[in-house]
């Protein structure tokens, strides 16, 4: 079992940046592939961005490379999420999840949180 838990999400204008950070129960996090996911309601979730069990290997949805990156530190039990050059199209709730592999497919995922808000101020 792993708990997640989501937070850094707020208002921004855009432009600017925010950094989401998922902190995670149990010493078994660094076992799990972690990704982040975002979901405006009407739409489908969609993936952001998917990082190895070791942090080594990164994949970014083209919507988000070369402005968000995904990192985490497995002595904190922490996933971080730094989203630059915000766009009000980033507006949504962001989850992070996490999986047996990396993946871009939400159900390949086992543990989800309950999500952080983001805004984006056109």
């Known amino acids: 079992q792993v708990q997640l838990v989501e937070s850094g999400g707020g208002l921004v204008q855009a432009g600017g940046s925010l950094r989401l950070s998922c902190t995670a129960s149990?010493?078994?996090?660094?076992?799990?592939?972690m990704g982040w996911f975002r979901h405006v309601s009407g739409k489908e979730r969609e993936f952001v961005a998917g990082?190895?069990?070791?942090?080594?290997?990164?994949d970014y949805a083209d919507s988000v490379k070369g402005r968000f990156s995904i990192s985490r530190d497995n002595t904190k039990n922490t996933v971080y999420l730094q989203m630059n050059s915000l766009k009000p199209e980033d507006t949504a709730v962001y989850y992070c999840?996490?999986?047996?592999?990396?993946?871009?497919?939400?159900?390949?995922?086992?543990?989800w949180g309950q999500g952080t808000q983001v805004t984006v101020s056109s």
């Open positions: 149990g010493r078994t996090f660094s076992t799990y592939a």
């Open positions: 990082l190895t069990k070791n942090g080594f290997i990164q």
């Open positions: 999840a996490a999986g047996p592999k990396r993946s871009r497919m939400a159900h390949e995922y086992d543990y």
